[in-house]
């Protein structure tokens, strides 16, 4: 009996010549560098941007030595003598006349106070005790030198470098800016970028009533949309292509100019109906096509020269599992280049699996969703979703993060180590 002819049950076969995932990554961070202008933004709009120079402390932090709590200051060599002194004077937060105290004496002071001259330590009010007339305290042995005071400089020292360039500001990164006193702060300008979707069969959602079989509700403009906000980027939507070559390629062209990135999603294998790959080979210089990655695969990357410079060009596929796994690992690092900043490799834990996949192929790597359990062992242990259809959302809503099987892996047992990605690390 004849075997028969054996069909290719797998699009992933030919994997040999991709590129592989660590090459991709090398050649995001190798090739690209950041093509936006800088820019002075108010504080108060700065979070998130990615900041454009050093930001060094014109003066020290805090400005003067000061107390950390509500009590009563004093120089700890008169204390160590005779611990009831006298009280002479009072400094309130925000006071800012210089007070000296002298030999035996304390001043009743507030947190926040700057400390007289003459004292260098504090006393909590709670472990003082008053005179009836209010006169002496007398404060009870066991201090430290210095005990509650707070160091002029102690958080950031004049002439310090604070914050190094390139970081995505953060709330605490923004309030040692202001506690410098900086109202501005310089950082690289919003990389605009322009997203569109490539497919007959999609239709927005809110029309196409009565749907009809062969429609696709667009999902992946409304996923890029919520991604952007993850990233300081400013989005310009140029809605559902028709699969049609002049169409594609004279919005690809147009919004090149205007943009310094496009990012399309479907279309982007080799189908008659695909026109991504071709009207980027027409317009500009492909870097990387099909990488040896799942989902993903026929993701596509390139440069389009305009009389603007050059615009970067990311084509995904059209799956939605494939747009937000490409999106996160190669476009999400690729633009935080492009926009001035420092891709990270995300945090990996490895941990063990819970699931159990007999066969997977090898020069490829897998991204699957899961997510983490605690098991009644109180062992934390990776679940993945049952279904890998790269169609299937539910499965990315379901998820924590992803799974990540390298490229040598051809089984995973139950309790074998594998990479679990949280999508917090992405921002997510
Ligand atoms: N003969 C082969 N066919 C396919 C292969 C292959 O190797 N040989 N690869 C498969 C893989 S893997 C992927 S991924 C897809 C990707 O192809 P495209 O990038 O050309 O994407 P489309 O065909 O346009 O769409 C794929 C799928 O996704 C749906 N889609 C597209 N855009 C959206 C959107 N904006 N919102 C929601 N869903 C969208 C579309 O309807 C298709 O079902 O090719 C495989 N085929
Ligand atoms: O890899 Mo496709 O990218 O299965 O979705």
Redesign the pocket.
């Known amino acids: 009996m004849s075997a028969g002819r054996r069909l290719?049950d797998d699009?992933?076969l030919?994997d040999r010549d991709r590129m592989r995932h660590s090459e991709v990554l090398a050649l995001i961070s190798e090739r690209l560098s950041p093509i936006v202008p800088t820019e002075l933004v108010p504080l108060r709009e700065a979070a998130g941007r990615i900041l454009a120079e050093q930001i060094a402390a014109p003066r020290d932090v805090p400005f003067s030595d000061n107390s950390a709590v509500d009590g009563y200051a004093f120089a700890y060599a008169d204390y160590f003598k005779r611990n009831t002194l006298g009280i002479r004077t009072r400094i309130a937060a925000g006071d800012l006349a210089p007070v000296e105290i002298g030999k035996g004496e304390a001043a009743r002071i507030f947190t926040g106070a700057a400390m007289p001259t003459g004292a260098d330590t504090v006393a909590m009010q709670e472990d003082c005790e008053l005179s009836e007339d209010g006169s002496t305290v007398t404060v009870p042995k066991g201090l430290k030198p210095g005990a509650n005071r707070r160091r002029a400089g102690e958080d950031v020292a004049q002439g310090s470098i604070a914050i190094e360039p390139c970081v995505r500001l953060r709330a605490q990164d923004l309030a040692a800016i202001a506690s410098f006193g900086f109202d501005q702060v310089p950082v690289y300008r919003r990389l605009r970028i322009a997203v569109l979707?490539?497919?007959n069969?999609?239709v927005e959602p809110g029309s196409a009533d009565p749907f009809q079989p062969g429609l696709?509700?667009?999902?992946?403009?409304?996923?890029l949309a919520a991604l952007a906000e993850t990233l300081p980027i400013e989005i310009t939507d140029l809605g559902?292509l028709k699969?049609d070559a002049s169409l594609i390629a004279r919005t690809i062209e147009d919004a090149a100019g205007k943009h310094d990135v496009i990012l399309s999603?479907?279309?982007?294998?080799?189908?008659e109906?695909?026109h991504?790959v071709t009207t980027l080979d027409s317009l500009g210089k492909r870097h990387l096509w099909q990488i040896a990655v799942?989902?993903?695969?026929?993701?596509v990357v390139g440069q389009i020269p305009t009389d603007q410079g050059d615009c970067v060009f990311f084509?995904?596929?059209?799956?939605?599992v494939?747009?937000l796994v490409c999106f996160l690992l190669y476009v999400r690092p690729a633009l935080t280049i492009l926009g001035g900043g420092q891709a990270l490799e995300p945090v990996r834990y490895q941990l063990p699996a819970a699931f159990h996949i007999a066969r997977k192929k090898t020069d490829r790597r897998e991204f699957l969703r899961g997510w983490l359990a605690i098991g009644p062992d109180g062992i934390t242990r990776i679940e993945k979703f049952p279904r890998d259809g790269?169609?299937l959302i539910t499965g990315l809503r379901q998820a924590t993060g992803l799974i990540e099987l390298d490229e040598a892996v051809n089984e995973v047992r139950e309790g074998d180590r594998v990479a679990f990605i949280p999508f917090n690390e992405f921002g997510l």
């Not at 696709?216 to 996923?223: C, E, I, K, Q, Y």
């Not at 084509?315 to 939605?320: F, S």
């Open positions: 290719l699009c992933f030919h979707s490539t497919g069969e999609l696709v509700f667009d999902s992946n403009r409304t996923m559902i699969d999603t479907g279309g982007a294998s080799r189908g109906e695909d991504v799942k989902p993903g695969r026929p993701m084509g995904l596929p059209g799956n939605p494939a747009v790269s169609g």
